[in-house]
């Protein structure tokens, strides 16, 4: 990670209610090119809601947040699939691709198959997938729009370990390409391995913003 | 929210306007030539009838203010205004049907007046359907106004195709109210001011039943 | 391959699932038949039902068909979130409406057609070869029925209940439509020229561009919360 680098997305003192119930309040934070940062906390602590609000998805109910990216370079990889189950694998790759304004030949669609070993299965419809070939699919359309932040909601659900070997690749390798990666993970002990930074939400505020060894040293002391 | 004597005192003012007003109605107007009793319905109809369109105006104008500030109270007055406008224009519907079974021997016809009233009776029920359907607040909000607005802009449309409709099926009945008394003119004013004082009562009244709810919802949700 | 306008995808796509799934265009047009077939019950046998009677019919039969095809339509886009997907991508919400009110409208179209077989064939009807007047009566009722439901389906879109919720809310904002649309239709079927009801087709264009343009602008604010 490189300070230089213009943050991508930054959230100053964002803080959110869902009608008059505190989700989170007061968090600061910045996404810089060629990061991952892990997002950790217990359940119902707003991970998701970060998420969206990172995406542009949920007005913040407080604090301010900065984009420098242009629509649609933000990728979403999460609980829902974004596949139709009544295209098949290709036909779904082919419509997000060209509704991001790509005009990918067969042989592209086939590469962004075949890195995810859904080659074989790219005719079918993506309605008979089981539920880790369908988040296969996703992270097939996540890698094909090329995507300049990747937003993952606990990405991991469903995939066997073949398939989460296959992830965690693509995350190293979004992060060697310049990408930055928001990552909602359950498994904090495995997934802080491969991320450079760690905020944890916690007590309906930002208990913790470091590097990963600051959070190892943070989870220790606690 | 501070408690203030507002709608008591427009409740009790309410109460004796319209106390007043139906004294003037039996005893000051004079019973109408042709339609006899029967036409004494016609002082509960109108004012009902406009202030139910009045009601459909302020549904608009909080709707509005919805989209500009996402406010509670905006949508609790939107709220509010609906349901008077759905339960004036009701009423109004149904003293106009008591009305015409006796003049007109139907309790149906096809009036531009009537029909439009039907129809937006119709369209704000609709809307208050959709405000009592099980959605998140935020969102629920911001449907609601979307619909408020079209509504409010389907209104002329409505009017316009009725009479349209209307005008080229030879209506038997030639349009009421023209050649009213003096003394029924000031009956109608007092009636008017009463129902107003009326409606503007459980306006207020109802807004702010709303945004209690709305608080009490909140403080519920923050206890879980 | 060219680049297409996105909208264009976007209907290109909803067309080929709705058509090829049979999901939305079968059971609009059985229910639009059906209605036609029943109504045709209410006449004693060997008389001829008015030409207002039945374009009051066939306009039932296209709202109710309305109604289904844009349930359908927004319902593709609830399954595995692909709505996240349509409202990340680098399009406007614009470029929804329109996809879905043209792949909408086009489906309509396409059962209003089995619907004019009906009025044939159940209700003995005949156009009295007025056939342009009619398709151009038809596409301007259409474009205001396409519109409405375009933005009232994505504001029912998720919620239990869809279907009845729609027809309640859409069925009487579209009065003013179905009257036009019964009034001339009823004249083309009695054999009556329409050409000098300006009235009538001024009335049905001003709400089309008028509720296009309010769709226009609260389209986005309806998608976005979807």
Not at chain 1, 70 to 82: M, R
Not at chain 1, 99 to 116: F, K, N, S, Y
Not at chain 2, 63 to 68: C, I
Not at chain 3, 154 to 167: D, P, T
Request: hydrophobic share 55%.
């Amino acid at each position: 990670m490189t300070q230089s680098d213009p943050e991508l997305v930054s959230l100053n003192g964002v803080g959110h209610y869902f009608g008059q119930r505190l989700v989170f309040r007061q968090v600061t934070l910045g996404v810089a090119p060629g990061e991952v940062l892990l997002v950790l906390g217990p359940n119902g602590a707003g991970k998701s809601t970060l998420l969206q609000i990172i995406a542009g998805l949920l007005t913040p109910g407080s604090g301010a947040i900065d984009w420098t990216l242009e629509p649609g370079e933000i990728g979403y990889l999460g609980h829902g699939t974004c596949v139709y189950p009544f295209l098949s694998a290709s036909e779904n790759l082919f419509f997000w691709a060209r509704m991001h304004g790509m005009t990918p030949a067969v042989e592209d669609i086939t590469t962004v198959l075949d890195r995810v070993g859904l080659k074989a299965a790219a005719l079918e419809r993506a309605g008979t997938f089981s539920r880790g070939m369908a988040q296969r699919l996703s992270l097939a359309r996540v890698l094909l729009l090329d995507a300049k932040l990747l937003l993952l909601d606990e990405p991991a659900t469903g995939l066997d370990t073949a398939s989460r070997s296959i992830l965690d690749q693509e995350i190293s390798q979004a992060r060697a390409r310049g990408a930055a990666v928001v990552w909602v993970s359950h498994d904090a002990r495995r997934d802080v391995l491969l991320a450079d930074r760690v905020v944890v939400l916690q007590g309906k505020g930002q208990a913790f913003l470091g590097t990963t060894t600051a959070y190892q040293q943070w989870w220790c002391d606690a | 929210m501070k408690v203030t004597p507002l709608i008591s005192i427009l409740a009790v003012a309410a109460g004796f306007t319209l106390v007043g007003a139906h004294l003037a109605i039996w005893l000051h107007a004079p019973v109408e030539a042709t339609m006899g009793l029967v036409q004494k319905i016609f002082y509960l109809h109108l004012p009902l009838a406009w202030w139910a369109m009045l009601s459909f105006f302020l549904v608009f104008v909080g709707s509005v203010g919805v989209l500009f500030r996402k406010t509670a109270s905006w949508d609790a007055l939107a709220g509010s205004a609906a349901e008077m406008g759905v339960l004036f224009s009701g009423l109004a519907l149904i003293t106009g049907s008591l009305w015409a079974r006796p003049i007109w021997n139907v309790w149906w016809t096809w009036d531009p007046r009537l029909t439009t009233a039907l129809i937006m009776w119709f369209v704000y029920t609709g809307y208050l359907v959709l405000r009592t359907s099980p959605i998140p607040h935020a969102k629920r909000r911001i449907l609601c106004a979307v619909l408020g607005i079209v509504a409010f802009v389907n209104i002329p449309f409505v009017f316009f195709s009725t009479r349209l409709w209307r005008s080229i099926h030879p209506s038997v009945i030639t349009s009421s109210g023209g050649g009213m008394e003096p003394e029924m003119w000031q009956a109608m004013g007092i009636s008017l001011a009463g129902m107003g004082l009326l409606w503007l009562a459980l306006i207020i009244l109802r807004t702010r039943q709303i945004l209690i709810q709305e608080r009490l919802d909140g403080l519920w949700a923050a206890r879980l | 391959m060219p680049r297409l306008p996105r909208f264009l995808i976007l209907a290109h796509k909803d067309l080929r699932l709705m058509l090829g799934l049979g999901l939305g265009l079968v059971q609009t047009v059985l229910l639009g038949l059906l209605i036609i077939f029943v109504f045709s019950l209410s006449l004693p046998v060997g008389e001829t039902m008015s030409g207002q009677g039945a374009a009051a019919i066939f306009w039932l039969a296209s709202v109710f068909g309305l109604v289904l095809l844009f349930n359908a339509l927004y319902h593709l886009e609830e399954a595995n979130g692909v709505r996240l997907g349509l409202l990340l991508a680098p399009i406007s919400p614009t470029t929804v409406f329109v996809g879905k009110a043209l792949a909408g409208g086009a489906l309509l179209v396409l059962a209003q057609i089995f619907f004019l077989i009906g009025l044939v064939v159940f209700l003995g009807q005949s156009l009295y070869g007025q056939w342009l007047w009619a398709l151009g009566l038809v596409l301007a009722v259409d474009l205001g029925l396409v519109i409405m439901g375009s933005l009232l389906g994505a504001l029912s879109q998720g919620q239990a209940a869809r279907e009845s919720l729609l027809s309640v809310i859409l069925f009487p904002l579209l009065v003013p439509l179905l009257l036009g649309g019964v009034k001339l239709g009823g004249g083309l079927l009695s054999g009556v020229s329409i050409q000098d009801e300006t009235q009538w087709m001024t009335l049905i264009m001003a709400f089309d561009a008028l509720f296009a343009a309010v769709a226009l602008i609260l389209f986005p604010l309806v998608f976005r919360e979807g």
